[in-house]
């Protein structure tokens, strides 16, 4: 029996939110602790199972800022191989309005702080950034790339007997 040659491994890529949040021409981010290291961060997390892409990006943004957000818009999908551990990433990364502080709520494990930086400031801390995804994602967001979020669309599962 002869054996063919090994199917090629299936890529399954995490599935991550981030959101770019403006205020007064300063944008939303965090210091989280990734390995030992001090980062720089949007908002960002995993999409929970059974969640959609813009619960996921209001959760993380406020479970790692303690700011309550609005999306106004879909700025780009990224995808991205981590070199640290060869870890495929799909980025969906949202545009977003502050709406209002929680004073006083626990931020997520890992997470120092949330900080409001303007580019510069930003870019002055290249060397900090958790991955080419922020500054890239602050620099599409400038351009002005913008996708409806109505671009994103749930299909549920189809009702039984159909």
Do not use: C
């Not at 981010?29 to 199972?49: F, K, M, S, T, W």
């Not at 406020?62 to 780009?76: I, R």
């Not at 890992?110 to 801390?125: F, N, Y």
């Amino acid at each position: 029996m002869a054996v063919g040659p090994e199917p090629a491994p299936i890529l399954r890529p995490a599935v991550t939110v981030a959101t770019v949040v403006e205020r007064d021409g300063r944008f939303l981010y965090v210091e989280e602790l990734i390995r030992g290291q001090l980062v720089i961060n949007q908002p960002a997390g995993h999409l929970d199972p059974g969640e959609t892409l813009v619960d996921a990006a209001i959760r993380e943004t406020l479970e790692e800022t303690a700011w309550q957000v609005q999306l106004q818009a879909l700025v780009a999908v990224y995808q991205w191989r981590n070199p640290i551990d060869n870890g495929d990433v799909v980025r969906f990364t949202f545009a977003a309005v502050p709406l209002a502080e929680l004073p006083g709520r626990t931020l997520d494990t890992g997470i120092e702080r949330a900080v409001w930086l303007d580019r510069a400031e930003l870019v002055a801390q290249t060397a900090r950034l958790r991955s080419p995804l922020v500054l890239r994602s602050l620099d599409d967001y400038l351009a002005g790339m913008r996708i409806p979020l109505s671009a994103l669309r749930l299909v549920e599962p189809a009702a039984a007997g159909r």
